[in-house]
Every structure is written in structure tokens, then in C-alpha cells.
């Protein structure tokens, strides 16, 4: 029995920025960053993955050192792993392209004896197939969401660009939903915020989470709409993966049955932490996350 299930690609991500302007390779991902998130909150996670034959194994090594559960990752042979290159502008915009597409994650995939008392789907590049989907919303009882990889489509440079979700659908098998304001705007086709959570929890969402970067989140829950503030870092080195964390945070204490609004300030505080360092490796402890996650509930406000 796993506490979270990641289920998505991992990348390999050639960050670009005006303090690093020769991108090395980092380890990258939904199951890399939420799944890390939560393990150091100390939950039990797993990941169900495929990557390539150029997938490092100093990677896995690594992944599973820091208690990530790896025995349902398939790596593919000829294939290459989801690669980006993620270049940071001095104006804080980011612009993502895709160099490498790993094989979909399809129904066969999702092991049958697998349990978890929650699974979190997010795919990168629209690689998580429906019908795997419904069999995850099967063998759980939270389905947690980011749509963020149904939501892309790339051009012939492979330059990211958002577009209407094609199969709503999918909305309709989750319990919490998890996405930027752009992404969330874009799978209802609604202009305004309220308006764009109010259709996702029409879907069936019980809650609905919507990171502003600076701006922190909003949290939709039992009928109202909480302005969860930003934990501020001591530094801002990268901040890459911070959306990821928030949820694997969120969920770490979500599980245990805590306040949802607790655990959004746990996700805030968990995100605040590894933008001090480059990639994956700056996470906070428990303590430490929930001093600066008890600062950010002093200052919540409720707005609807």
C-alpha cells in the first residue's frame, strides 16, 4: 500500500536561464518533484513512468536513495525519454519546448495489484491515455489532477502553446484539481478565474487548486475560495517544478486527513523551499516546512 502514486513521464530538462546560459541536463517531472515532495513530508510513493534508453541510471539510483518506489517504471528500448528545454526570460516568463516525447502511458501499463490511497495524474505531453484513467479512478479512493500535458500542443519547433482540453471527460473522474491560472482558463474556456473553478468543481471536483507564482493560490473548497499566499524563499535560484511540489505537499497531509487549507499552506511553503536551490534537491524537513507553512496560514483570507 503506497500513500501517493505519480503517474507521468519524467524528463530530462536543459534549463536556460540569464544566470545560466549553457543548459547541463537536470532530472525533471511530475513524478520527480511531486513524488519528492511528499517523501520528505513522509509519505510512502510510487511512480508509474516510462522512459528511454537514454534515461540515466544515476537517475534511478538517486530517485530511489531518496525512498521513491520505481518498480512500476518501464524503461522503453529505442525510445528516448520526454526532454525540454526550459529557457527563463529576465522577465520571469518561461518558455517551454519540447525536444523528445517518451512512449504514452496506456492501460496496460497501470499495474492491477497496485494500491494506493491516492493517485496523482499529470502528464507533460499528452501521454497518459483515458482508458488508464478510468483505471486508476478504479483502484483509489483520491484521483488528484493537473492537466497541464492535455492542455499542450507543440509546434514544428516544438514551442509550447496552450489549447481547450480535448476530452473533458477526464474532469469527471477527479477529486482535486490542480493547475495554473493560464491552464485552468484554457480546459474550460472560461476568461474568468471564479468562473473557470466554478465549472471544474461542476465537473466533480471537490477541491480546485490554481497557483499564481508570486501571487501564491487559490483553493476552492467546501463551497468557498480561499487566497492561500506565497511562502517567500530566502533566494530564488529555480523554480521549476514548483507547481508540482504544492500538490505532492498538499497530498502528503490531504491523506492523513488534514484541512485543506492546511495542506495548501504546506504545499506553499514545501514549493518555497526548492526554488532556493537548481532542480530537485532543495527540499525543506517536515519542521521546516511547517514553520513557514504555519506563517502562511496567519495570513489566508477568504474571498468568496
Not at 36 to 46: D, I, P, T
Not at 80 to 86: G, Q, V
Not at 109 to 133: C, G, R
Not at 211 to 238: C, N, Q
Amino acid at each position: 500500500m503506497f500513500d501517493i502514486v505519480t503517474v507521468g513521464h519524467f524528463s530530462i530538462d536543459f534549463i536556460k536561464s540569464p544566470r545560466r546560459l549553457a543548459p547541463k541536463p537536470t532530472l525533471g517531472g511530475p513524478p520527480t518533484y511531486t513524488s519528492l515532495a511528499a517523501r520528505y513530508l513522509g509519505a510512502k510513493v510510487s511512480v508509474i513512468s516510462k522512459v528511454g534508453e537514454d534515461f540515466p541510471p544515476r537517475y534511478i539510483t538517486w530517485l530511489k536513495n531518496q525512498g521513491v518506489d520505481l518498480s512500476a517504471l518501464k524503461r522503453v528500448e529505442g525510445a528516448l525519454t520526454t526532454s525540454f528545454l526550459l529557457n527563463y526570460c529576465g522577465d520571469g516568463e518561461r518558455q517551454l519546448i519540447l525536444k523528445n516525447k517518451a512512449p504514452s502511458i496506456d492501460v496496460e501499463d497501470i499495474p492491477d495489484s497496485f494500491e494506493s490511497k491516492a493517485v496523482h495524474i499529470s502528464p507533460i505531453a499528452n501521454e497518459i491515455s483515458y482508458e488508464a484513467i478510468i483505471k486508476l479512478r478504479g483502484l483509489t479512493r483520491i484521483v488528484s489532477l493537473d492537466p497541464q500535458g492535455f492542455l499542450r500542443y507543440f509546434d514544428k519547433n516544438g514551442k509550447t502553446h496552450l489549447k481547450r482540453m480535448e476530452n473533458p471527460k477526464v474532469l469527471e473522474n477527479i477529486d482535486i484539481f490542480k493547475s495554473s491560472r493560464e491552464e485552468i482558463e484554457a480546459a474550460t474556456g472560461k476568461s474568468d478565474l471564479l468562473q473557470s473553478i466554478k465549472r471544474v468543481n461542476m465537473y466533480g471536483a471537490k477541491i480546485v487548486i490554481v497557483t499564481r507564482g508570486v501571487k501564491g493560490s487559490l483553493l476552492y473548497a467546501k463551497g468557498r475560495v480561499y487566497e492561500i499566499p506565497a511562502s517567500k524563499p530566502r533566494v530564488v535560484v529555480d523554480t521549476t517544478g514548483a507547481g508540482d511540489i504544492f500538490i505532492g505537499a498538499f497530498l502528503a497531509e490531504y491523506i492523513q486527513e488534514k484541512d485543506s487549507v492546511w495542506c495548501a499552506c504546506v504545499g506553499s511553503a514545501s514549493a518555497s523551499f526548492v526554488a532556493e536551490k537548481l532542480g530537485p534537491r532543495g527540499f525543506g524537513c517536515k519542521k521546516e516546512v511547517y514553520e513557514r507553512a504555519a506563517q502562511v496560514y496567519e495570513k489566508i483570507s477568504v474571498i468568496m
